[in-house]
């Protein structure tokens, strides 16, 4: 079973060569050209030197004179041989050096492609670590044979020139040489067999260490004050220790094949010398074809390991060109149309969700799930926590597609409109904020500013749009404070700011896309409550869009239109904030339930400053 598994990486690992080798045809052939060259000029350089030895230097040691013309002919041949071998290594480096940076280009670019193109239900199931192990070190692993494959190939070309210089020779010679060659592949084969699963476990758990690296790292504020350190500490140094095992393991691996791989060409030598000499006695050979054969010998033995190198990174390569697979096939994708809506965007936008069904796997989520966002109307979705409200501003912004039903923009399916088109009428502001390591333009303006490249006159965002979209956010004053405004430089995911700046900063850069819908999914919960209050108010009588925000305290309720009550993944109930008071126990409940809970935290807050001032 060991060997077939060891024999089936043996194949795809050719296959996923064969296609690299499709892929940069040009960048292969210059390679390859580079080392057939080397391996001719090898062999022949073998000859050379032996010819230089008979002619020239056992002369002069018999007779005591050196013929000046033919130690010039022996030195310029040399020196000629030299400088082609020299120019054969360059093209041959060269071109397996750019071949395999260009596939690790372009398999980056596929993988980061095909990331953007699945849906987020996709990347909720796996980890960020994991992805971003695949766009990295599976990349890398998938194109480490490359790098060695040219010379391998020259190295082929270089054994079959080899053994017919051999042969030619003398036969005796040419059966050890075959011999020689026989066993280092034979010792190459063995090694790539064991090395296989090796490479494979330590490519997998250099995933899994970059996975629990990232969740500890991104949820650093949480085990900080939950004191987990050293269990994270434990849970990491863990996975880490298999890791090192692995790698141990194959370096222990490596370390005894080695050896026999650098000793086997010694060897060989020492018995072509001797094989040599006794052919000598009896006249079979001459002096010069000894000295030839036994130092092609001690040159062959570097450029034969290069086939071991191609074998030994082949079960690697499979490892990570198997991850990268489940990435580039992964399903689920969610295709664009090629409708339009309002190209000026002049008016806001209506919303309706028709008799929409969700369910994440197994699970339901959302049931039958109707309601209207009238244009230029504010509504809020209250409800739970786990009541669907998130997954309802998902499908708003189609992040996510209904199972059934229909989420229309203007009476037109989402699913029927361009990325484009969706991307200039809807802005969704998520619970969490996210700010970039970059200045606070750039952030707001994600790089849509006059000139820098944008397409059309609505994606261009100058800087008095950029102030217009803090000011409508709440966050002009902060920023201005800033000690660089606009050019301060934000930290990774805005470490520099606090919670509520974050948020405001977030939805300023939602503001400066002028959406005809704006989607909040409770943006300003780190926002205090008349900072809050005043932003929904600007929004009301400055944005020209429709808002869907979820929400819970009872001040940024009351400022919407209309009420849309979620229980268990359905609308319990629609109607004024007053109307749902009145009518609704649950609501009326869960709305004062927040009260309180908001209530009980400004007075911790307030008591804490009391014991900080005292």
């Known amino acids: 079973m060991a060997n077939r598994t060891s024999r089936d990486v043996l194949v795809r690992g050719l296959r996923i060569i064969g296609v690299a080798i499709r892929e940069q045809r040009r960048l292969f052939l210059v390679a390859f050209v580079g080392s057939s060259l080397f391996a001719v000029l090898t062999v022949g350089g073998a000859y050379v030197v032996g010819a230089v030895v008979g002619q020239v230097v056992v002369p002069a040691v018999s007779s005591g004179e050196v013929d000046a013309a033919a130690l010039a002919l022996g030195a310029a041949a040399l020196v000629g041989l030299s400088l082609a071998k020299i120019l054969s290594v360059f093209g041959r480096r060269l071109g397996a050096g750019y071949m395999q940076y260009a596939l690790q280009a372009t398999y980056r670019r596929r993988v980061t492609r095909r990331y953007l193109q699945l849906p987020v239900a996709w990347h909720h199931q796996h980890a960020t670590g994991t992805l971003l192990s695949n766009a990295n070190s599976d990349v890398e692993a998938a194109w480490y044979p490359i790098a060695p494959l040219p010379f391998a190939c020259g190295t082929l070309v270089m054994l079959v020139a080899a053994l017919a210089a051999l042969f030619s020779t003398d036969w005796v010679l040419g059966l050890i040489g075959l011999a020689l060659f026989a066993s280092l592949s034979g010792l190459n084969l063995v090694y790539s067999r064991r090395m296989a699963p090796r490479q494979m476990r330590a490519q997998q758990l250099r995933a899994e260490v970059s996975a629990i690296a990232h969740e500890s790292f991104d949820g650093a504020l949480l085990v900080k004050t939950m004191g987990r350190e050293a269990e994270e500490t434990a849970r990491f140094a863990g996975r880490t220790g298999e890791l090192r095992d692995a790698l141990i393991s194959v370096g222990r691996l490596r370390g005894s094949f080695e050896p026999m791989l650098d000793t086997l060409p010694s060897l060989g030598t020492l018995a072509a010398l001797l094989v040599g000499a006794w052919r000598l006695r009896q006249g079979a ?303 009326a409940d869960l709305v004062t339930a927040y009260e309180r809970a908001e209530a009980e935290r400004e007075r911790e807050r307030a008591y804490d400053e009391t014991e900080v001032s005292a």
């Open 285 to 587: 050979v001459s002096v010069t074809e000894v000295v030839s054969v036994c130092y092609l010998f001690t040159i062959m033995a570097m450029p034969i390991r290069a086939i071991g190198w191609v074998v030994a990174e082949i079960p690697r390569s499979v490892a990570g060109w198997d991850r990268l697979q489940r990435v580039l096939t992964a399903t689920g994708e969610m295709p664009y149309g090629g409708r339009e809506l309002d190209p000026d965007g002049s008016s806001a936008a209506t919303l309706r969700f028709d008799h929409v069904s969700f369910s994440y796997g197994d699970t339901q989520v959302l049931h039958d799930v109707s309601f209207t966002v009238p244009a230029g109307r504010t509504v809020a979705l209250v409800g739970r926590t786990g009541s669907g409200k998130s997954t309802i501003a998902s499908l708003a912004v189609r992040l996510v597609d209904p199972q059934r039903g229909t989420v229309t923009l203007d009476g037109v399916d989402v699913r029927e409109l361009s990325a484009q088109s969706l991307a200039r009428n809807v802005a969704l502001v998520p619970q969490v904020p996210f700010a970039f390591d970059d200045t606070v333009r750039a952030n707001v303006s994600l790089d849509r500013r006059a000139g820098r490249g944008a397409t059309a006159d609505r994606s261009v965002i100058d800087d008095a749009e950029v102030w217009a979209a803090l000011r409508l956010a709440q966050a002009d004053g902060f920023v201005a404070r800033l000690p660089d405004g606009l050019d301060t430089e934000l930290g990774e995911r805005g470490t520099t700011l606090s919670g509520g700046q974050r948020q405001r900063l977030t939805l300023a850069r939602a503001l400066a896309g002028r959406p005809r819908l704006l989607v909040l999914d409770d943006a300003t919960s780190a926002v205090d409550p008349r900072v809050e209050a005043a932003i929904l108010s600007g929004l009301r009588e400055a944005a020209a869009a429709s808002i869907l925000v979820v929400a819970y305290r009872r001040a940024t309720i009351a400022l919407a239109d209309e009420v849309v009550f979620v229980e268990h993944g359905r609308v319990a109930a629609r109607g004024s904030h007053a109307e749902l008071l009145a009518t609704m126990p649950a609501y």
